[in-house]
């Protein structure tokens, strides 16, 4: 329940504020954080992970998971692809790190800045990972994890939209010599939604998602660092 009311916290301050109006992708969320980072420590693998909600909440509610390891969380709640992209730059490479895991989509998806196709939120997606590799930053792209029905915005029936999404996704990773990380299968229950033991609201995991989670991105990660 904690961890619920957290994630809408994040929500309510993304839903219809005037500093969205001004800073469409909210630069202003990191800048000091950013700024204030030493560059990596030699043999430091820096790690950042970029999405919405679900990464933005993942610090708060599993903090475990962060502490002691060269993990940044930069997910901003609500935010979809096209938010993502614009601040790629001074988010993730920036930072320099080693690995970067993506982890978008599903805002798009439920439409949050405006209708989209999965062509649109594909092109994204590629040129965020694009603009990694050519800065010598590996690629971790996460699939997106199930939804039955948005609470925000009911009705969409977003589960076919998604399991289409993460075939363009794994299909990219596959041919472009990205990490392909797949929470969808561990976390789908038999309606093409979030398994309940591991969501409170059928968007965003829980502590018990997070830790289905972990394990999964690490392993990631680290195939994403043995390559060569």
Not at 24 to 42: G, I, M, S, T, V
Not at 57 to 78: E, L, T
Request: aromatic letters at 10%.
């Amino acid at each position: 329940m904690k961890s619920m009311k957290i994630i809408a916290l994040l929500t309510s301050l993304f839903a219809g504020s005037s500093l969205f109006a001004q800073d469409w992708a909210n630069f202003e969320r990191y800048r000091a954080a950013n700024e204030k980072l030493a560059p990596p420590a030699k043999g430091e693998n820096r790690v950042v992970f970029m999405g919405n909600s679900i990464t933005d909440g993942w610090v708060y509610v599993d903090s475990v998971f962060f502490a002691g390891k060269p993990y940044i969380g930069r997910g901003i709640s609500g935010q979809t692809t096209p938010q993502m992209l614009v601040r790629f730059h001074a988010d993730v490479i920036a930072l320099k790190p080693a690995v970067v895991v993506i982890l978008a989509g599903t805002n798009d998806i439920a439409g949050n800045t405006g209708p989209t196709t999965l062509e649109m939120i594909m092109d994204n997606i590629m040129g965020m990972s694009e603009m990694a590799k050519a800065n010598g930053i590996k690629v971790v792209l996460s699939s997106v994890l199930p939804v039955f029905d948005y609470p925000w915005k009911p009705g969409l029936q977003p589960a076919g939209k998604i399991i289409s999404l993460n075939k363009m996704i794994k299909d990219y990773a596959d041919k472009n010599g990205c990490i392909y990380l797949d929470y969808f299968s561990s976390t789908v229950d038999e309606r093409q939604g979030f398994k309940a033991a591991l969501s409170g609201d059928g968007v965003h995991p829980n502590l018990a998602g997070y830790k289905v989670m972990g394990p999964l991105a690490e392993k990631a990660i680290a195939e994403a660092l043995a390559k060569k």
